[in-house]
């Protein structure tokens, strides 16, 4: 079992920067891909960056590439995403994910952490 616990949300106007922290519990970190999807009232769940095992590879949305980081550091059990340049699109609720095989079969979600940016 793993839990995970975001961090690091808030308000901020548009063009600030936010970096959100997930803490996982447990001792098995490692074996996950991490990734960070997000969601608003009304539509459905999207992915937005994910990092390998190792934090080597990374894939991003196209709609946060050059503005959103994903980093993680496994002897913290913790996976950051850095934001710049926010929008008022970015406004969601942001949710860490943890999955072994895709992004279409997560294994473990947290509970989320909102991100409002105003114009």
């Known amino acids: 079992q793993v839990q995970l616990e975001e961090s690091g949300g808030g308000l901020v106007q548009a063009g600030g920067s936010l970096r959100l922290s997930c803490a996982a519990s447990?001792?098995?970190?490692?074996?996950?891909?991490m990734a960070w999807f997000r969601q608003v009232p009304g539509k459905e769940r999207e992915f937005v960056a994910s990092?390998?095992?190792?934090?080597?590879?990374?894939d991003y949305a196209d709609s946060v590439k050059g503005r959103f980081t994903i980093s993680r550091v496994n002897a913290k059990n913790t996976v950051y995403l850095q934001m710049t340049n926010l929008k008022p699109g970015d406004t969601a609720l942001y949710y860490c994910?943890?999955?072994?095989?895709?992004?279409?079969?997560?294994?473990?979600w947290g509970q989320g952490t909102q991100v409002t940016v105003s114009s």
């Open positions: 994910a943890a999955y072994t095989t895709e992004r279409t079969r997560v294994d473990y």
């Open positions: 990092i390998s095992r190792t934090g080597i590879v990374t």
């Open positions: 447990g001792r098995t970190f490692s074996r996950y891909i």
